[in-house]
């Protein structure tokens, strides 16, 4: 029988980009020795979908069919979880973004790697390209591009959802797999993953499958940076203390928010020395990202998904997923509301 492979995308509101993703994924190849059924599963977030129109574009006689559902819940952890659902009785699953396109030869690589290691998870590199005139740190930041930060093969203790194959004996085991309470703040792929490596699967590296990222103009201000960087260390603080809670817990991840910090000290001092801009930056993201999990103990985490530019860009769109309404706590969802009650995630602690 064939292997039977899903790939999940979930989006809101970005017509462009999500027709972008979904031409570079119906022109991917299969390995030539393999035996694959592979499908697209796309979740639209938006209740009016607004997604529907672009798919109607894919219909009969594209090498992949494209199965499609509206998760009207707001937040990334329910249409998460819908996609999920939907690939429970496929071998794997694949999570992409939808501002991301496929570069030919991804998917091939992808199954090959897990072919070859026999791995639980295999998560690959993400490049972003940067739009005209992004300000200069960007081109020597690695904050948009995570090629070269490890090697292929190699073990790794967390995932996210950009560019990742998930076997199903993971997400049949680790379930439900992604907690309301980074509804709007993300995370909650870190929190899935971290849990995964805590349950004893392997997460293995491949570095030849990479996928490209669509970088916005609101994403090369230092601005951004900063705010990403806060939001990192508190999902960070946050995803721990769920998975373990306790005293214990508590002085770990406040030792670590001090390292962080304290880090950032030494590479700012470096940096100033040295004249190195890497070090620089590499302080404030360490900094932000260390007052971050200090303020994640609280349950102070930034929601950088709560309003979402419109479609493609323009002005943002009040109550929807991405670019940021200030830093609130994260709160799990409300079990009185019966949307939320019934989703699987509402049984998590």
Not at 275 to 303: E, M, P, Q, W
Request: hydrophobic letters at 40%; proline letters at 7%; a negative charge.
């Amino acid at each position: 029988m064939s292997t039977s492979v899903a790939i999940a995308v979930i989006t809101f509101r970005r017509p462009a980009l999500l027709h972008g993703l979904l031409t570079s994924l119906q022109a991917q190849e299969l390995p030539e020795d393999g035996d694959y059924a592979i499908r697209i599963v796309v979740v639209d977030n938006d209740a009016e979908g607004s997604a529907k129109r672009v798919l109607e574009e894919f219909g009969a006689g594209t090498p992949y069919p494209i199965e499609s559902v509206v998760e009207p819940e707001p937040g990334i952890p329910f249409a998460r979880e819908r996609s999920v659902a939907l690939c429970w009785n496929d071998d794997a699953l694949v999570f992409v973004d939808d501002d991301e396109v496929a570069p030919p030869g991804w998917l091939k690589t992808l199954l090959k790697a897990w072919e070859s290691t026999g791995a639980d998870v295999v998560t690959g590199p993400v490049k972003g390209h940067l739009p005209p005139g992004a300000p200069p740190w960007n081109h020597y930041s690695d904050v948009h591009d995570s090629t070269g930060k490890h090697t292929t093969g190699e073990e790794l203790r967390k995932a996210y959802t950009n560019n990742t194959l998930v076997s199903r004996r993971v997400y049949h085991a680790v379930t439900p797999g992604f907690h309301p309470a980074f509804r709007y703040t993300g995370s909650s792929d870190l929190h899935f993953f971290l849990r995964v490596h805590r349950a004893g699967f392997r997460i293995v590296w491949c570095e030849e499958a990479c996928i490209a990222e669509e970088v916005p103009v609101g994403r090369t201000t230092l601005h951004w940076l900063v705010r990403r960087a806060f939001r990192s260390g508190s999902g960070d603080t946050i995803s721990r203390l769920l998975i373990r809670p306790g005293a214990i817990s508590y002085l770990l991840v406040l030792a670590y928010a001090s390292a962080r910090v304290i880090s950032a000290i030494g590479f700012a001092l470096a940096g100033l020395l040295l004249g190195r801009k890497t070090h620089l930056l590499k302080a404030v993201r360490r900094f932000f990202s260390g007052v971050g999990s200090l303020a994640g103990i609280v349950g102070i985490n930034h929601d950088e998904y709560r309003e979402r530019h419109g479609a493609d860009g323009g002005e943002p769109v009040p109550g929807d997923l991405a670019a940021g309404a200030g830093p609130e706590s994260a709160r799990l969802a409300d079990p009185g509301r019966a949307s939320v009650a019934d989703h699987p995630d509402a049984r998590l602690p």
